[in-house]
């Protein structure tokens, strides 16, 4: 299902505002056919595209993501912290990142960020959206830190890609990704050991790992059998988008 070897991180996060509209489109100007994005959970319901907790990094709002309502997120500028180019540009709900997705024809991976143990109150309404407006399910990973929120995502739809996230792959992983029917295991690049990628692949899942903007650190890693980098930059790679 995986066809790639490069995956946008926050659409591109280097070359444009992060979990944007403007860096998913930067990430498919720069070769990249996969994106990853964040979905987290506002006031009143809404799932909008944001990363952080608090809005403070990222736009010109302030305080926690969860408290604040979709009227307001609609209002903040989410551009101008990264550069005057791209004042005014706007936090993205899931809806609008799903058509823009789409409408570039590009795969997602969808990280649903939930630091609580509430997941009923995202993981449903995040899976409607999906079932509703998501297309082509092989060009769809659903992937979290939260593994609470990876079982409510296969309880509602055993189907769908699903992906744990680690930074250090704990002794469990395996009976975890069992548990869940998952499609890849998502670590970080830096932590992963040759035997820990050996396991996993000879276990049969993809290998994803995050976040390298130098192709010479992960170069070790092809050979343990990695299936994909995901990157703030995708033009590091771009011998691999050629291939």
Known sequence: MIDTKVIGHRGAALLAPENTLASIRAAAEAGATWVEIDVSLINEGGLVIFHDNTLDRCTDGSGPIRKALPADVALLDAGSSFSTEFAGEKVPTLLEALECIQALGLGLNLEIKHDANDVENIVPAVMAT???YWQDEDKLIISSFN?????????????????????????????????IQAYSVHCLYSRLT???????????YKLICFTANDPNVVEPLWLWGMDAIITDDPTKFASLLDS
């Open 194 to 204: 040759q035997p820990q990628a050996q396991q996993i692949k000879a276990a049969g």
């Open 147 to 179: 593994y609470a929120a990876l079982q409510l995502c296969y309880e509602i739809d055993s189907y769908r890609h699903l992906a744990p996230l680690y930074d250090d792959i704990p002794e469990n992983w395996q009976e975890q990704a069992e548990a």
């Open 130 to 132: 999906l079932r509703d």
